[in-house]
Protein backbone atom coordinates (compact mmCIF):
# COMPACT_ATOMS: atom_id res chain seq x y z
CA UNK A 1 0.00 0.00 0.00
CA UNK A 2 1.17 3.18 -1.03
CA UNK A 3 0.63 6.48 0.91
CA UNK A 4 0.48 9.61 -0.94
CA UNK A 5 2.40 12.36 1.03
CA UNK A 6 1.23 15.97 0.85
CA UNK A 7 4.16 18.24 -1.15
CA UNK A 8 5.98 20.38 1.61
CA UNK A 9 4.52 24.06 1.37
CA UNK A 10 7.15 27.12 1.98
CA UNK A 11 6.21 30.14 3.47
CA UNK A 12 8.20 33.31 3.43
CA UNK A 13 8.04 36.52 5.11
CA UNK A 14 9.97 39.34 3.98
CA UNK A 15 12.10 41.48 6.27
CA UNK A 16 15.09 42.84 7.57
CA UNK A 17 16.78 41.13 10.31
CA UNK A 18 17.21 43.14 13.67
CA UNK A 19 15.66 44.50 16.22
CA UNK A 20 16.13 48.03 14.86
CA UNK A 21 13.90 46.67 12.00
CA UNK A 22 11.07 45.03 13.54
CA UNK A 23 8.25 47.46 14.01
CA UNK A 24 9.33 49.06 10.61
CA UNK A 25 6.19 48.75 7.83
CA UNK A 26 8.76 46.76 5.79
CA UNK A 27 9.04 44.13 8.12
CA UNK A 28 5.34 43.54 7.50
CA UNK A 29 6.02 40.17 5.97
CA UNK A 30 8.47 39.05 9.40
CA UNK A 31 4.85 40.26 11.70
CA UNK A 32 2.31 38.10 9.46
CA UNK A 33 4.76 35.36 10.16
CA UNK A 34 5.39 35.71 13.58
CA UNK A 35 2.20 35.56 13.94
CA UNK A 36 0.94 32.61 12.02
CA UNK A 37 3.33 31.13 13.26
CA UNK A 38 2.64 31.61 17.36
CA UNK A 39 -0.71 30.73 16.35
CA UNK A 40 -0.10 27.27 15.20
CA UNK A 41 2.40 26.55 17.64
CA UNK A 42 5.42 26.66 15.73
CA UNK A 43 8.63 28.21 16.76
CA UNK A 44 11.66 29.71 14.73
CA UNK A 45 14.05 27.77 16.32
CA UNK A 46 16.46 26.73 13.53
CA UNK A 47 19.06 28.45 11.64
CA UNK A 48 19.16 26.95 7.57
CA UNK A 49 21.43 28.74 5.08
CA UNK A 50 20.68 32.38 5.56
CA UNK A 51 16.78 31.91 7.11
CA UNK A 52 15.19 31.25 10.17
CA UNK A 53 12.57 28.69 9.83
CA UNK A 54 10.17 27.04 11.80
CA UNK A 55 8.71 23.34 10.82
CA UNK A 56 5.24 21.58 11.10
CA UNK A 57 2.47 20.62 10.22
CA UNK A 58 -0.97 23.04 9.84
CA UNK A 59 -3.98 21.79 8.83
CA UNK A 60 -2.79 18.07 7.80
CA UNK A 61 0.22 20.15 5.63
CA UNK A 62 3.48 19.77 6.30
CA UNK A 63 4.88 23.29 6.15
CA UNK A 64 8.05 25.59 6.55
CA UNK A 65 7.65 29.02 7.44
CA UNK A 66 11.27 31.08 6.51
CA UNK A 67 12.29 34.45 7.00
CA UNK A 68 15.43 35.28 5.08
CA UNK A 69 18.66 36.77 7.55
CA UNK A 70 20.14 38.01 4.01
CA UNK A 71 18.44 41.89 4.52
CA UNK A 72 15.23 42.54 1.88
CA UNK A 73 17.50 43.46 -1.19
CA UNK A 74 19.04 39.96 -1.16
CA UNK A 75 15.87 38.01 -0.20
CA UNK A 76 16.44 35.43 -3.18
CA UNK A 77 19.71 34.06 -1.48
CA UNK A 78 17.69 32.94 1.62
CA UNK A 79 14.80 31.54 -0.74
CA UNK A 80 16.29 29.67 -3.45
CA UNK A 81 18.75 27.16 -1.34
CA UNK A 82 15.65 26.44 0.59
CA UNK A 83 13.41 25.77 -2.34
CA UNK A 84 16.49 23.16 -3.70
CA UNK A 85 17.02 21.87 -0.13
CA UNK A 86 13.26 20.94 0.54
CA UNK A 87 12.70 20.21 -3.52
CA UNK A 88 9.93 22.53 -3.32
CA UNK A 89 8.12 23.15 -6.14
CA UNK A 90 6.77 26.93 -7.24
CA UNK A 91 3.28 26.40 -7.05
CA UNK A 92 4.24 25.07 -3.07
CA UNK A 93 5.98 28.22 -2.51
CA UNK A 94 4.32 31.55 -1.23
CA UNK A 95 5.66 34.91 -0.12
CA UNK A 96 4.44 37.43 2.12
CA UNK A 97 4.88 40.75 1.70
CA UNK A 98 4.64 44.65 2.39
CA UNK A 99 3.18 46.92 -0.52
CA UNK A 100 3.34 50.72 -0.99
CA UNK A 101 0.50 50.38 -4.19
CA UNK A 102 -1.67 49.12 -1.39
CA UNK A 103 -3.80 51.28 1.11
CA UNK A 104 -2.58 50.55 4.88
CA UNK A 105 -4.58 46.97 5.80
CA UNK A 106 -5.77 45.71 2.43
CA UNK A 107 -4.06 42.51 1.25
CA UNK A 108 -3.73 41.14 -2.57
CA UNK A 109 -3.09 37.83 -3.13
CA UNK A 110 -1.59 36.64 -6.47
CA UNK A 111 0.05 34.43 -8.88
CA UNK A 112 3.27 35.38 -10.20
CA UNK A 113 3.76 38.56 -11.85
CA UNK A 114 6.35 40.75 -11.42
CA UNK A 115 7.43 42.45 -8.69
CA UNK A 116 6.46 45.76 -8.59
CA UNK A 117 9.56 47.21 -7.56
CA UNK A 118 9.35 45.30 -4.61
CA UNK A 119 13.44 44.81 -4.26
CA UNK A 120 12.72 41.63 -2.01
CA UNK A 121 10.25 39.86 -4.64
CA UNK A 122 12.88 40.65 -7.28
CA UNK A 123 15.58 39.52 -5.61
CA UNK A 124 13.58 35.85 -5.38
CA UNK A 125 12.34 36.12 -9.30
CA UNK A 126 15.97 36.94 -10.17
CA UNK A 127 17.30 33.87 -8.09
CA UNK A 128 14.67 31.59 -9.02
CA UNK A 129 14.62 32.13 -12.60
CA UNK A 130 11.04 32.58 -12.55
CA UNK A 131 8.36 34.56 -11.42
CA UNK A 132 5.89 31.77 -11.27
CA UNK A 133 5.06 31.57 -7.25
CA UNK A 134 2.34 32.77 -5.35
CA UNK A 135 2.34 36.34 -3.08
CA UNK A 136 0.25 37.84 -0.27
CA UNK A 137 0.72 41.40 -0.75
CA UNK A 138 0.06 43.42 2.33
CA UNK A 139 -0.74 47.26 2.13
CA UNK A 140 1.62 50.30 3.74
CA UNK A 141 0.34 52.85 1.90
CA UNK A 142 2.47 55.61 -0.06
CA UNK A 143 4.40 57.96 2.05
CA UNK A 144 2.62 60.87 -0.04
CA UNK A 145 -0.85 59.79 -1.22
CA UNK A 146 -0.58 62.75 -4.22
CA UNK A 147 2.18 61.81 -6.07
CA UNK A 148 4.91 58.81 -6.05
CA UNK A 149 7.56 59.54 -3.96
CA UNK A 150 10.72 59.84 -5.18
CA UNK A 151 13.22 57.34 -4.06
CA UNK A 152 14.77 58.49 -0.63
CA UNK A 153 11.01 59.75 0.31
CA UNK A 154 10.32 55.67 -0.08
CA UNK A 155 13.35 54.36 1.72
CA UNK A 156 12.27 56.51 4.88
CA UNK A 157 8.87 55.33 4.47
CA UNK A 158 9.16 51.90 4.35
CA UNK A 159 11.83 51.98 7.27
CA UNK A 160 9.26 54.20 10.01
CA UNK A 161 6.64 52.26 11.96
CA UNK A 162 3.11 52.50 11.85
CA UNK A 163 1.01 55.12 13.67
CA UNK A 164 -0.67 55.03 16.47
CA UNK A 165 -3.95 55.34 13.96
CA UNK A 166 -2.53 52.52 11.64
CA UNK A 167 -1.37 50.16 14.65
CA UNK A 168 -5.06 48.67 15.29
CA UNK A 169 -5.75 48.19 11.59
CA UNK A 170 -1.95 46.17 11.09
CA UNK A 171 -3.20 44.08 13.96
CA UNK A 172 -6.46 43.07 11.69
CA UNK A 173 -4.47 42.60 8.70
CA UNK A 174 -2.14 40.57 10.28
CA UNK A 175 -4.53 38.37 11.50
CA UNK A 176 -6.27 37.84 8.52
CA UNK A 177 -3.00 36.73 6.45
CA UNK A 178 -3.02 34.14 8.63
CA UNK A 179 -6.60 33.24 7.56
CA UNK A 180 -5.71 33.53 4.47
CA UNK A 181 -2.55 31.15 4.56
CA UNK A 182 -4.80 28.71 6.25
CA UNK A 183 -7.60 29.01 3.44
CA UNK A 184 -4.22 28.88 0.84
CA UNK A 185 -3.03 25.74 2.66
CA UNK A 186 -6.50 23.61 3.17
CA UNK A 187 -8.88 25.61 -0.23
CA UNK A 188 -5.95 26.18 -2.58
CA UNK A 189 -4.89 29.17 -4.00
CA UNK A 190 -7.76 30.02 -6.31
CA UNK A 191 -10.15 30.14 -3.30
CA UNK A 192 -8.09 32.19 -1.22
CA UNK A 193 -7.86 34.45 -3.70
CA UNK A 194 -11.77 34.69 -4.50
CA UNK A 195 -12.45 34.86 -0.66
CA UNK A 196 -9.72 37.75 0.44
CA UNK A 197 -8.87 39.64 -2.66
Known sequence: MRFITKPIKLIVGLGNPGRGYAN?????????????????????????????????????????LARPQTYMNQSGQAVSPLVRKFNITLEDLIVVHDDLDLPVGKIRIRQGGGSAGHKGVQSIIAELGSPDFARIRVGIGQADDTSRPGETDVIGYVLSGFSAEERPVISRVIATVGEAILCYLTEGLAVAMNKYN
Open 24 to 64: NRHNLGFMCLNDFAKRHGLQFDKKQGQARTASGEVAGHKVI
